[in-house]
């Protein structure tokens, strides 16, 4: 056997491994167009929250000394990765509101959640919105009474949460509702707890 023939097989092998290589990649690639670059997959995600939790009633203001219930749901609208920048930027819906248990300031409320993962378990989330309560509203309130100023208010709320689980969390809440000083009396409402969540 010369030399040339040893060249010729080595070169016939040389194309049968590559061959084979490219028909390995190919392979690949259609079963994975974005080969090591693909994004690992998503849970399914979870349209529906519902929240209930207990509130401190305005602990800092005249109508402090009593406890609210607290009930939200959230609508997924446009399920996204939460961990990421685009994730935390696309709001969920949610409507809620909170009763008080001794015949002080209670509200409905809606509006836009905000939720980021900071790991797999821990949250931070903000919402906005707006609320309509039954406060007093005149000038002069009765003692033990907030002064809200107006039937209607600007909701924020915000939370620190832990994932007990895929469908269920714990967060701290703090939520707050004013006018922002557009009616004649502006004393807010701002109350604080816990509240449970199932995502389903």
Partial sequence: ????????????????????????YSTAQAADPYGALSPPAMAQPRMFELRLG????????????????????????FPSDRSSLWGALVPRFHIGGTAGFAGKTSQVYGGLTWTWDVTQKVFVEAGFGGAAHNGKT???????????GCGWGFHEQASLGYRLSDAWSIMATVEHTSNSG???????LTNVGLRLGYAF
């Fill in 138 to 148: 005149a000038l002069i309130v009765p003692a033990g009474f907030n002064a809200m």
């Fill in 182 to 188: 557009l009616c004649k009396q502006n004393r807010g």
């Fill in 54 to 77: 207990v509130y401190a009633h305005d602990p800092v203001s005249p109508e402090k000394g009593s406890a609210d219930f607290n009930g939200e749901v959230l609508f997924d609208a």
């Fill in 1 to 24: 056997m010369n030399r040339r023939t040893l060249t010729i097989r080595s070169s016939a092998t040389a194309f049968t491994e590559a061959a084979a290589l490219l028909t390995s």
